[in-house]
C-alpha cells in the first residue's frame, strides 16, 4: 500500500504540465501547438521566452524531486517509485490525453533526491557528450546511462528500488524513440554553444 501511495502521489505531482500553464500565464499561447508541441522546458524556449522556459525547467525538475524527497520517509522502494510515478505523471498526463513530455527534468529532479552524486555524474556526462557531438538528445541518452551506473555501482539499493532506477532511465530511452531514429539517420538537430545556429 505504500508503495501504491507513492506511485499516485508521484504521478499526481508529475502529471501537473508546468510548462503549458506558465505558457498561458505570460500570454504564449497554447504549447502544443508550438514547435514540437512538447510541454517541457526545451518547447517553451522555442517561443522565445527565456524566463518562462527557466520557471518550467525548474518546476520540472521539482515535481520529480518532491515525491521522492516525502516518500524516503517509507525508504529507497518507495522514494524509487515516487520518482518513477513524476516521470510517468509527466510524459503520460492524464489531464492531457496520456500526451506529455520526454521527462527528463522531471528524471534529474527525481534523481537528486534519490543519488546526488549520480546526479554530478549525469551533469558532467550531459556537458562533456554535448560539447563533443553537438547533439542533446545523445547526450541525455548517454547520461543517463552513466547516471544509473554510477547510482548502482555506489549505493546498496533493495531489488526492487534497483530495477525501478532501471525503468526510470528505459522510460527516458522509449521517450526519446524519435531522436534516436533521427540520430541513426544522421538528421537529429545539432545545438549551438555560443556560435551562431
Not at 515525491?67 to 524509487?80: F, K, L, N, Q
Request: some cysteine; charged content about 10%.
Amino acid at each position: 500500500m505504500t508503495l501504491l501511495i507513492a506511485l499516485a502521489g508521484g504521478y499526481l505531482i508529475g502529471s501537473v504540465p508546468f510548462g503549458v500553464l506558465l505558457a498561458r500565464v505570460f500570454g504564449l499561447g497554447d504549447l502544443r501547438k508550438v514547435g514540437s508541441g512538447n510541454i517541457g522546458a526545451t518547447n517553451v524556449l522555442r517561443t522565445g521566452n527565456r524566463a518562462a522556459a527557466a520557471l518550467t525547467l525548474l518546476l520540472d525538475a521539482l515535481k520529480g524531486a518532491i515525491p521522492v524527497w516525502v516518500a524516503w520517509a517509507w525508504g529507497a522502494e518507495a522514494a524509487a517509485v515516487a520518482g518513477l510515478g513524476a516521470v510517468l505523471g509527466h510524459c503520460f498526463p492524464v489531464w492531457l490525453g496520456f500526451r506529455g513530455g520526454k521527462g527528463v527534468a522531471t528524471f534529474l529532479g527525481a534523481l537528486l533526491a534519490l543519488d546526488w552524486l549520480a546526479f554530478l555524474a549525469f551533469a558532467v556526462a550531459w556537458l562533456t557528450v554535448a560539447f563533443v557531438s553537438k547533439y542533446s538528445s545523445l547526450a541525455a541518452l548517454v547520461a543517463s546511462l552513466v547516471a544509473l551506473a554510477v547510482t548502482l555501482l555506489t549505493g546498496t539499493w533493495p531489488l526492487l528500488a534497483a530495477l525501478t532506477l532501471i525503468a526510470l532511465v528505459a522510460l527516458v530511452f522509449q521517450r526519446h524513440h524519435q531522436n534516436i531514429a533521427r540520430l541513426r539517420a544522421g538528421t537529429e538537430s545539432r545545438i549551438s554553444f555560443g556560435s551562431k545556429t
